[in-house]
């Protein structure tokens, strides 16, 4: 059982750069979000989406942009990387309404991003 | 606004002693749900348990109780008979609508050290 894969697990950027951090999920799961873990701060909502070409900002958007062009897939595109976005990223799924427990998340294993 | 407070930064505890883990709550929403997750040093996340508001039980998994106390908005973990593998990073997640959508918002994490 694959769940939520995301890649790359870590990543050395240059302020400036660009990248993006991919998510697939197998689960035929409509809810897919990304959030960054930062120390102190939990874990913060950067963009979601409610299916297949349907996305909306979260708590902290900025430099950051989605996609979803299909059901499995959610990448994570950092435009112009600043050490502010250091960080570890988490992508999660969940099914829609009628899950036992509506809201429950399933994250992938989370990617760590060192922004020089 | 949707609120999730964890006032223990850092707890310590002896083997096979019960732990009790604070998380207290605001929302106006009637329908919510409230998530604990367990992140061990390893990274990833792991769904312990979960509680409706709807929901007139207290919410058990194995050593793992939530005590709801919906006047008081709190929804404390329970873990009882500790063990050397519960040390870890534990957070409290509450499910309600945001801006139209539902979202889990986090709170800022406990971290639970069980000591031989």
């Known amino acids: 059982n694959a769940g939520v894969t995301q890649t790359p697990k870590f990543q050395v950027l240059k302020t400036g750069q660009s990248m993006t951090l991919q998510c697939a999920q197998d689960?035929?799961?409509?809810?897919m979000s990304w959030y960054r873990q930062d120390p102190g701060m939990g874990l913060r909502l950067i963009h979601y989406?409610?299916?297949?070409?349907?996305?909306d900002q979260g708590e902290v958007p900025n430099g950051y942009n989605v996609s979803r062009s299909t059901t499995e897939d959610f990448p994570l595109r950092l435009l112009s990387a600043a050490p502010s976005q250091t960080s570890v990223y988490f992508c999660?799924?969940?099914?829609?309404?009628?899950?036992?427990?509506?809201?429950?998340?399933?994250f992938g294993e989370g990617s760590r991003l060192t922004v020089l | 606004a949707q609120k999730i407070t964890q006032t223990q930064p850092g707890m310590f505890v002896q083997e096979k002693e019960a732990v009790t883990l604070d998380c207290t709550y605001d929302?106006?929403?009637?329908?919510?749900?409230l998530f604990w997750y367990k992140q061990p040093s390893s990274g990833e996340m792991i769904f312990l348990i979960y509680?409706?508001?709807?929901?007139?039980q207290n919410a058990t998994e194995g050593r793992y109780s939530l005590n709801f106390q919906k006047a008081r908005k709190s929804a404390n973990l329970v873990i009882s008979a500790s063990q050397l593998g519960d040390s870890a990073m534990y957070f409290c997640?509450?499910?309600?609508?945001?801006?139209?959508?539902?979202?889990?918002?986090f709170g800022q994490g406990t971290r639970l050290t069980i000591n031989p």
């Open positions: 999660a799924s969940s099914p829609g309404t009628g899950a036992r427990r509506t809201g429950e998340l399933f």
């Open positions: 689960m035929n799961h409509e809810y």
């Open positions: 989406s409610v299916g297949a070409g349907i996305t």
């Open positions: 929302t106006s929403d009637p329908s919510y749900g």
């Open positions: 509680q409706g508001s709807y929901d007139q």
């Open positions: 997640a509450m499910r309600g609508i945001i801006q139209g959508a539902q979202k889990l918002v």
